[in-house]
């Protein structure tokens, strides 16, 4: 393709000659796009991203995490009664409101810890093959995150309160807190429906009495 450049540069015309180096210059340029193209294509398949919905988890995933959640609230719950039992046998002389907050401890250990591995209780195949990881327990805003709660609260006074029975009130901020949600998403949203009713009602009435005296004037 350069011979024949040069050679139309040297024998032929000066439109010739052009023509020739404008076709030459549009075959390069094409070759080059389409080697452009061919590169792209080899690496795009690399560089893409998976796609689908990110952040969710598998059942199998789920199953895991509540296993470990639970296996950690339980060595919560065996560490705060020794610790517990332990300070009040060798430094106290344990007396009947040590063994009844005690007992009012283990009560609510049981029945959080009983509701959690209830919720994420799987659920197996006959040959053993996962079915249902059941309940996330580390799901955000969940009824688990309440009772997780509240037993990292009730170890917190119960080891406080080796220091002073006075730490076991900080325990009403259990209740205190069961009562705020109650309000929030059930007791406040009930009673604003209720005192909103009324004025829908006025309002009718206002309108219907409008149509009558419309009615009347024609």
Known sequence: MDDALSSGMCTGTRAEALELFHYHVDLNSNNTRCLAMSMLASVQPHSQQPKGKIGTKGKKQIHEENEATLKFYTRVILGA????????LLFYD????????????LVVYIGSYRSMAAMSKPVFAGDGSLLDGGIDLNMEQGMAEHLKDVILLT??????????????YLWLLAPARALQLLWV?????????????PPEEVNEKKQRRQERRQMKRF
């Open 81 to 88: 009664n020794t610790i517990y039992t332990a300070v009040n």
């Open 94 to 105: 344990p007396s009947f409101w040590t063994w009844l907050l005690l007992l009012f401890a």
């Open 155 to 168: 170890a917190i006074v119960q080891v406080l309160s080796t220091l002073s029975s006075y730490f076991w």
């Open 185 to 197: 998403n059930f007791l406040g949203p009930w009673f604003s429906s209720e005192s909103s009713a």
